[in-house]
């Protein structure tokens, strides 16, 4: 029986000439595996037609937008996940997805191999590759552009020889993720730190230099999932689009940075994600009226934990699954309403409501209703700052200072 390889499928240049490659260099069939999350353009039909034309002996497509923005781009929100604080996870968080339906095309099919078109020098092999691992620990991989020398100029060359059905261009310099939550652009002239991005890099997000009238959005979240905006319900998917959308036109969630690649070489990223943005600053503002402090307090250190297992491609790993656990017990209370201003690349809270807020009126006014006894606190200073008086008294004991 022939070997069959499963090929992580996006439709471009590189995975469309990598069915052919792969086939010629192994000898085996090539299932393409196209998964939508959102990314855009093409329908998955036409991308499925162009697979089976370059050669796919079988091409298995999934609409995963709900499934992504439910199961991935929610948990990301609820952590308030910034990786190095600066990153919403735009890629990282697709891959786990993307390797769910690789793993299950690959028991449809019988496939015994797993291929993707990363790069040796990226995170993303490492997430494909733990995550294969992890669902399918009996699946091999293989990456043609590291593994087998498929390099740009071999793909177009092979590409025209073939005659096969997908544009042949050097002309863009970028490399460009993108999905639902995001969209990540890298290389090229970007890659000379001090270069400014220029405005055509940029899809997702308005210039902000000139932006329309302010734009006043709220949001209505339970238990830290987006609900409803303005008062109509939404799902998590359409909550996504409708902030990209608004908080796009205002050149909201551009993000310009220098990240530490798990590789352990540093990349400049250009990012846009307007929708992750807005999302993330508004349930930041609510977790910060009903989640007590101490709390908050350690959740702000398991988020940032949180984001760097899922950057490294730990997505399904023991200790993210133990994250999970304590921040879905932290979004318990956070439900209301958040209002904000979108405007000038900014997405700026001004209003807060809660039914489960821990925000007392009575407590925090210093007009007449004050119910704060403020006598207790001469008190609470005292045994408060016990233990560094005590020590300071050695201190100057012992240094005669």
């Known amino acids: 029986m022939t070997e069959r390889i499963v090929l992580a499928y996006s439709g471009g240049l590189d995975t469309s000439v990598a069915i052919g490659w792969i ?19 093409e329908s998955l039909e036409t991308i499925r037609q162009r697979a089976l034309g370059c050669g796919a ?15 991935y781009a929610m948990p990301t929100l609820k952590a308030n996940a910034l990786y190095q604080g ?7 968080i697709s891959r786990p997805v993307i390797v769910k339906h690789l793993v299950k095309a690959a028991r449809e099919f019988g496939a015994t191999t797993v291929a993707h078109g990363c790069t040796g020098k990226g995170n ?16 091999k991989c293989i990456a043609p552009v590291r593994d087998l ?33 995001g969209r990540a652009v890298e290389t ?94 508004a349930h930041k503002h609510l977790e910060d009226v009903t989640i ?12 940032q934990r949180w984001s760097e297992l899922v ?4 997505w399904f790993s023991p200790l993210k699954r133990s994250l999970d656990a304590f921040i879905e017990d932290t979004q318990k209370y956070v439900s209301g309403d958040i209002r904000m201003t979108l405007h000038g690349g900014q997405a700026i809270v001004n209003g807060r409501r809660s039914d489960t807020s821990l925000y007392d009126f009575d407590l925090a006014t210093y007009d007449t209703g004050d119910t704060f006894d403020q006598s207790m606190a001469r008190g609470f200073i005292e045994l408060w700052g016990m233990s560094s008086k005590v020590a300071s008294t050695r201190d100057q004991r012992v240094t005669g200072a």
């Not at 000379?192 to 899809?203: E, F, G, L, S, V």
């Open 23 to 41: 086939g010629e260099a192994t000898g085996a069939e090539v299932i393409a595996v196209a998964v939508d999350v959102g990314q855009g353009g």
């Open 57 to 71: 002996v079988e091409a298995y497509v999934a609409d995963a937008r709900d499934e992504f923005a439910n199961e």
């Open 86 to 92: 600066h990153y919403p996870l735009v890629s990282a």
């Open 124 to 139: 993303d092999q490492v997430r494909f590759e733990v995550g294969i691992q992890t669902l399918g620990p009996d699946l």
């Open 149 to 181: 020398a498929l390099t740009r100029d071999k793909a177009i060359a092979f590409a025209e020889e073939k005659g096969l059905p997908i544009e042949t261009t050097k002309k863009n310099p970028y490399s460009i993720d993108q999905n639902v939550w």
């Open 188 to 281: 090229g002239y970007l890659e000379d730190i001090w270069n400014a991005p220029t405005k055509d890099i940029y899809d997702y997000t308005a210039t902000p230099e000139f932006p329309p009238a302010p734009d006043e959005v709220t949001i209505t979240f339970h238990q830290g999932v987006p609900v409803a905006i303005d008062g109509v319900a939404v799902s998590p998917l359409q909550a996504i689009q409708e902030l990209n959308r608004r908080a796009g036109a205002q050149g909201v969630g551009r993000i310009d940075v220098v990240e530490d690649r798990l590789v352990g070489i540093k990349s400049r990223e250009i990012y846009e994600a307007p929708g992750a943005m807005a999302l993330i600053t």
């Open 292 to 303: 007590e402090r101490e709390q908050a307090r350690f959740k702000a250190t398991v988020g």
């Open 311 to 314: 950057y490294d491609g730990q």
